[in-house]
């Protein structure tokens, strides 16, 4: 079995400051995580991806996210936002299964 | 062009006409997903297949009806369309090289049914 559950449903901030969404996850084997960020009327993109190797995953566009174990998250952040990155963000696991699980979903709003 | 298209992007439809949704993958990807996307509900799965001729319900495959006949064709048709069912469609193939299932996901549908 496996869930992911994404703690914010709205993260709201500044141009400039620093971006945290967070994401937990459950999952009965060694998971898959993916960050995917979806801008307004557009479809899904890959952000970020880990599969075992690293435990901090770099992304485009200067995101990135740290897988840990001990804690069952995979957060993603980015040191400074800008107005572009303003978007749906969804944190997906996939372990042992070819069926992902999708997190609900955080809207990132970032103000001038 | 390699990737994954949707056909049509947008469309209007009245309640209990019979509407199909395309999409086509050009990587010979083995497993296909149809979702939908409503506002509060996030993504939610409608049906997947995991081959041609393979095909199982996801979480709300009610009044919805796939068939896969070659593997780079996944079609979702609504058999007699509900207002309910307005929504934004999206279809996905799955890589599973080195064992890791990363998404591709079309550009969606929208359908409107009044």
């Known amino acids: 079995a496996q869930s992911v559950t994404q703690l914010d449903s709205h993260v709201s901030v500044s141009e400039g400051t620093p971006v945290l969404l967070r994401c937990n996850y459950s999952?009965?084997?060694?998971?898959?995580l993916f960050w995917y960020v979806q801008h307004p009327n557009k479809g899904l993109q890959l952000l970020l991806k880990?599969?075992?190797?690293?435990?901090l995953v770099k992304g485009i566009n200067g995101f990135e996210a740290e897988f840990k174990k001990s804690e069952t998250s995979f957060h993603l952040t980015k040191p400074s936002a800008h107005m572009s990155d303003a978007a749906e963000y969804f944190c997906?696991?996939?372990?042992?299964?070819?069926?992902?699980?999708f997190g609900r979903g955080t809207s990132l709003i970032v103000h001038p | 062009d390699a990737g994954i298209t949707q056909s049509p992007r947008y469309k209007i439809t009245e309640t209990g006409r019979q509407v199909t949704l395309m999409c086509h993958q050009t990587?010979?990807?083995?497993?296909m997903f149809w979702y939908r996307q409503d506002l509060g509900h996030g993504l939610r799965l409608i049906y997947y297949?995991?081959?041609?001729?393979?095909?199982d319900k996801g979480e709300v495959p009610d009044g919805y009806v796939v068939s896969r006949s070659k593997t780079e064709n996944f079609p979702l048709t609504l058999e007699s369309a509900t207002r309910s069912q307005t929504s934004v469609y999206f279809c996905?193939?799955?890589?599973?090289?080195?064992?890791?299932?990363?998404?591709?996901f079309g550009p969606g549908t929208r359908l409107t049914v009044t």
């Open positions: 996905a193939s799955t890589n599973t090289d080195g064992g890791v299932f990363e998404q591709y």
């Open positions: 999952s009965s084997y060694s998971p898959s």
């Open positions: 880990y599969t075992s190797a690293a435990t």
């Open positions: 997906v696991v996939s372990g042992g299964s070819y069926i992902p699980t």
């Open positions: 990587w010979s990807h083995s497993y």
């Open positions: 297949s995991a081959a041609a001729d393979i095909t």
